[in-house]
């Protein structure tokens, strides 16, 4: 087997088509319970299950439906992948980076966020913490709004519901896994009032899921934060905390911070007491306000709100 590197996966395939296993490699250390914990608590009924130190899901590639099976073992992730075909593989390699956000420099960015006390001593509690990434813009989106000023097992109820309406069902058996997540076109022109949420969130969604069918590129990595908030915001119905939350969770924004978040708010207080301003102390964060923030929501899992 070929030596594994941080820019390459190493990959077996399997004899029965579409099967295979990766390896993916990536800068020690990594805090793993912190980010299957996250997973855990955010499972959507039907596409996805955090069991036993194992996250799978179901995804559509390339015209398929599929599943993975991913397992943190010593310095590598191990991905088992049925029903993918050898020519999505790359893609899909690219996107598990991202997902669980291997490509950090968790020495790098502990150092620089350890000039401030408290996020030093948070460092030492989970050394190598990530900042979990969204599985693609439709679905992080749509959880984002979903997400808004309720509970995180609010969130996935609602979730759920979404996707047993408009997701598609699974076409290989798996045990706990029914459907793949909606895809963007049908949420763009489907009717979300009958889900048990405010009207106006439910609006939301069918806005943002047509601004991303009309600007695919909506939530790419790599903008200017700024002008990406500037630009949610114009959205109906996204306001700060969900722009900078989609820029956080999807377009890789490793400074964006949303202030008005409760749980960060509380977290920071339990920490330092009832006067600490989040604004105030997160200009020592720059530019890494998104992993203390990530800092800041780990020890409240699993309670708390959907925002973290």
């Keep these: 087997m070929p030596k594994p590197t941080l820019q390459h ?18 800068r020690a250390p990594y805090h793993w319970p912190s980010t299957l914990g996250f997973l855990t608590a955010r499972c959507i009924p039907g596409i996805e299950t955090c069991l036993d130190g194992t996250y799978r899901r179901t995804l ?18 191990r991905v088992h992948l049925e029903g993918v075909p050898s020519t999505a593989l790359p893609g899909l390699i690219a996107r598990l980076r991202r997902f669980f956000d291997l490509d950090a420099d968790p020495v790098r960015i502990a150092a620089e966020l350890s000039r401030d006390p408290l996020m030093a001593r948070l460092a030492r509690e989970r050394p190598g913490l990530r900042v979990p990434q969204g599985w693609d813009a439709c679905e992080q989106a749509m959880r984002t709004v979903l997400g808004q000023q309720i509970s995180v097992a609010g969130a996935m109820t609602l979730a759920g519901r979404l996707v047993q309406r408009h997701g598609t069902a699974l ?21 979300f009032e009958d889900m048990g949420m405010p009207r106006a969130r439910a609006a939301t969604l069918g806005n943002l899921a ?87 929501w780990a020890p409240l899992a699993p309670a708390g709100t959907a925002r973290r």
């Design 60 to 77: 559509a590639i390339a015209g398929h439906h599929a599943v993975l099976h991913a397992t943190p073992l010593r310095n590598q992730l």
């Design 210 to 296: 047509n601004a991303l069918l009309a600007e695919p590129r909506l939530l790419r990595r790599g903008q200017v934060l700024e002008e990406l908030l500037s630009t949610l915001c114009r959205l109906k119905g996204i306001g700060p905390w969900s722009a900078h939350y989609l820029a956080l969770r999807q377009a890789g924004a490793a400074d964006a911070l949303p202030l008005g978040d409760v749980a960060l708010i509380k977290a920071l207080r339990l920490l330092e007491g009832n006067d600490a301003q989040l604004a105030e102390r997160a200009l020592a964060w720059r530019p890494w306000r998104a992993y203390a923030a990530q800092h800041l």
């Design 171 to 191: 076409r290989l058996p798996a045990a706990g896994l029914s459907h793949v997540f909606p895809a963007l076109p049908a949420l763009a022109n489907a009717q």
């Design 9 to 26: 996966a190493v990959r077996r395939s399997l004899p029965t088509p579409g099967q295979h296993t990766l390896w993916l490699r990536y």
